[in-house]
């Protein structure tokens, strides 16, 4: 709470321009059909190189506030959701907009989605912050057991196959091994090229996995996509306000805890609290034929998780979903490293993000209105041009960080290898998680192990990271059944569906 | 036909032997640890085969079992990689270019070569569009950030 004190008493004018900026960039790129708002994120990453670290942040962390808004536009007005996490706001949005609604149905998602950061914030706020009292307590076996921690949440963030994640896993672990050791100081994969000796950049990997790959992928995709309206934004009325009120709590509800659960995400807390709202609202039957309820649900669930995924971040440097590692790369190239240590050295950067986040949610009320007629104009453009545009964004920003023409040629090769996990179907989050814990997990373990003449009872002796690691256990002994009783399931279902011939 | 998890396995078996090659062939410094810099690389490059192997086990499992012919998974992917290639071949020759023409002239190139090639009509339009664009782009790096964009063929001297 200090902290948040001192940003405001030394409140600075960029710092709340960045929130304006952010949210703008993120309800435009939410609004393009086919970019994420990882992707948005990522465009804009190389960007705040320059920028000081709480203004760089702050601008990151609106844009995914932004973003998740302005994913319900497309799905709203066009029935194609800008974002994976507005897809449930298809359902009921589109049938308001063909009923002449859809100024109204925009309005109940702007309106949702402010109560949903709010909401999210003061959990952010509230949960982190305790977190930050461990911070001294940390030592190379509590952090081995973090990365350890960290990688467990692959069993959760690997899609339909385990295997494939782990190989995912794996290749970021591997890229991070790229570079000087960490104990010995003895150059390793580098192949006499002197540009490696320093590692890779998490973020020539995060941009060229998710900003390149996703222009590769569209170099053979066709959109045609118009939008001949400009609908003027309606808020709901008082009486409509208190309907509301219980599908939003139940959005905040499935919200905060889904963003708090690594590979949850907004997808699945949209459409739970879809469900669950149907399921308790007295107007059941207006669900999916243009029910505000259905919209303000999940608008809510999505904007708080836009919040609540940043706790595992900064509280334990654990990225839960695309956004978040993209934020996470946005720390990294300000040389802060997110988990228990932030707090204590970093607090007031800390502080101007929560102030930021605050600026950027009631900012999404005003810039949400202002820039619909750009978002229309702007979805309205050629594709060709749109992507010519987002391809000189990744190489501008990305020769703006260090003026390295090897650094571009890193982020092109890591498209490559992004299109390639795309065809193959290997999720991505994975690698982004071994890339940004590969470091921390092998020099504190084999510093733990110098430190205990390499007796590995010294992670066990060590109260945190015997706390972590069995953390780390239970979660994936509790993903591995999660999986296993799923898969039993439609066993299940399947023989049932055979013998009663359905 | 191959399925897409049967090729995953197969390069990540490619890509856990060529690194653990190169992990048995790491210099080792007289002032390394038990473990050395090659103990961890050694572990994630068997990790890496074995999953490999387990990947194409499985994915030779399920195909015997499926009914689908795994032939339809690849349909249009050859044309499609090939449109990609393109445009990384375009990607290179913008970093070939960057330092000799300049950044304003490459960054022009780049955005008229890319909308070409998705699809755009090259036409005055698109030279304008894209003249403006570098315009922008110049201002906002060199202008706003301070970033010393390479002038090329502009500098003086």
């Known amino acids: 709470m200090d902290a948040i004190l001192t940003s405001l008493a030394n409140l600075e004018f960029y710092l709340v321009l960045a929130a304006v900026l952010g949210v703008a960039w993120g309800i435009v790129g939410g609004a393009l059909p086919g970019i994420s708002p990882s992707i948005t994120m990522a465009l804009l990453l190389p960007f705040t190189y320059a920028l000081e670290p709480s203004i760089a942040i702050v601008l990151l962390a609106s844009t995914y506030v932004g973003a998740?808004?302005?994913?319900?536009?497309?799905?709203i007005l066009i029935r194609t959701p800008?974002?994976?996490?507005?897809?449930?706001?298809?359902?009921?949005?589109?049938?308001?907009?063909?009923?002449?609604?859809?100024?109204?149905?925009?309005?109940?998602?702007?309106?949702?989605?402010?109560?949903?950061?709010?909401?999210?914030?003061?959990?952010l706020v509230l949960f982190s912050e305790p977190l930050?009292?461990?911070?001294?307590?940390?030592?190379?076996?509590?952090?081995?057991?973090?990365?350890?921690?960290?990688?467990?949440?692959?069993?959760?963030?690997?899609?339909?196959?385990?295997?494939?994640?782990?190989i995912a896993a794996l290749l970021g672990l591997m890229i991070s091994t790229i570079g000087t050791d960490p104990v010995s100081g003895i150059s390793r994969f580098t192949f006499g090229v002197s540009d490696l000796l320093s590692g890779i950049q998490p973020i020539l990997i995060m941009v060229g996995l998710f900003a390149m790959s996703e222009l590769l992928k569209q170099a053979s995709a066709q959109y045609e996509i118009r939008l001949k309206t400009i609908p003027r934004i309606q808020f709901p009325d008082n009486k409509l306000k208190k309907r509301l009120i219980l599908p939003q709590c139940i959005g905040a509800l499935f919200g905060g805890f889904e963003g708090l659960m690594p590979g949850a995400g907004g997808t699945i807390a949209s459409f739970m609290s879809y469900n669950e709202a149907k399921r308790w609202s007295k107007s059941k039957h207006e669900f999916g034929k243009g029910s505000p309820e259905g919209i303000a649900a999940p608008e809510t669930a999505n904007n708080t998780v836009a919040e609540t995924s940043l706790i595992p971040m900064l509280s334990f440097g654990i990225p839960g979903s695309n956004s978040t590692a993209i934020l996470l790369g946005g720390f990294l190239i300000h040389g802060l490293i997110p988990g228990p240590m932030l707090f204590a050295r970093s607090g007031d950067i800390v502080g101007d993000l929560y102030v930021g986040l605050f600026f950027a949610a009631i900012a999404l009320l005003f810039i949400g209105i202002a820039i619909m007629p750009a978002c229309i104009w702007l979805v309205n453009q050629p594709r060709p041009y749109l992507n010519a545009f987002i391809m000189v964004l990744i190489m501008s920003g990305?020769?703006?960080?260090n003026n390295s023409l090897f650094e571009l040629s890193v982020v092109l090769v890591a498209g490559i290898i992004g299109y390639?996990?795309?065809?193959?179907?290997?999720?991505?989050?994975?690698?982004?998680?071994?890339?940004?814990?590969?470091f921390m997990i092998e020099s504190n373990f084999r510093r733990s192990l110098l430190l205990s003449g390499d007796e590995l009872s010294i992670f066990f002796n060590d109260r945190i990271s015997l706390v972590l690691l069995s953390v780390a256990v239970l979660f994936i002994i509790g993903s591995l059944a999660k999986r296993f009783i799923g898969f039993l399931f439609t066993k299940l279902k399947s023989k049932f569906a055979e013998n009663t011939g359905r | 036909m191959l399925s897409r998890d049967f090729v995953g396995g197969l390069v990540a078996i490619a890509l856990?032997?060529?690194?653990?090659?190169?992990?048995?062939?790491q210099r080792v410094s007289a002032l390394a640890d038990t473990i050395g810099p090659a103990g961890i690389p050694k572990v994630l490059g068997i990790l890496m085969l074995s999953l490999g192997i387990i990947l194409c086990a499985q994915a030779i499992f399920q195909t015997r079992k499926s009914v689908v012919p795994a032939a339809t998974e690849w349909d249009g992917e050859a044309r499609k990689i090939f449109r990609a290639f393109g445009l990384v071949v375009i990607g290179v020759i913008y970093i070939f270019m960057l330092t000799f023409l300049g950044y304003v002239l490459s960054i022009a190139l780049l955005l008229v070569a890319v909308a070409?090639?998705?699809?755009?009509?090259?036409?005055?339009?698109?030279?304008?569009?894209?003249?403006?664009?570098?315009?922008?782009?110049?201002?906002?790096?060199?202008?706003?950030?301070?970033?010393?964009?390479?002038?090329?063929?502009?500098?003086?001297?």
């Open chain 1, 420 to 438: 390639f996990m795309r065809l193959l179907r290997f999720p991505f989050l994975p690698t982004v998680l071994g890339l940004v814990l590969g």
């Open chain 1, 82 to 123: 800008g974002t994976n996490a507005a897809a449930a706001s298809v359902i009921d949005g589109y049938e308001m907009n063909k009923q002449g609604k859809a100024g109204l149905a925009l309005g109940i998602s702007l309106y949702s989605g402010v109560i949903g950061s709010l909401v999210g914030l003061s959990a």
């Open chain 2, 16 to 25: 856990g032997s060529l690194y653990l090659i190169f992990s048995f062939r």
């Open chain 1, 132 to 166: 930050a009292r461990l911070a001294l307590a940390f030592t190379p076996p509590a952090y081995f057991a973090l990365g350890i921690l960290g990688l467990s949440v692959i069993v959760s963030l690997s899609g339909e196959s385990l295997v494939k994640g782990l």
């Open chain 1, 68 to 75: 998740e808004y302005g994913g319900s536009i497309p799905a």
């Open chain 1, 398 to 401: 990305i020769y703006s960080i």
């Open chain 2, 116 to 157: 070409f090639y998705l699809g755009a009509a090259f036409n005055l339009r698109m030279i304008l569009i894209a003249a403006a664009g570098a315009v922008l782009l110049w201002t906002i790096f060199v202008i706003l950030l301070g970033v010393p964009m390479p002038a090329g063929i502009f500098s003086q001297g």
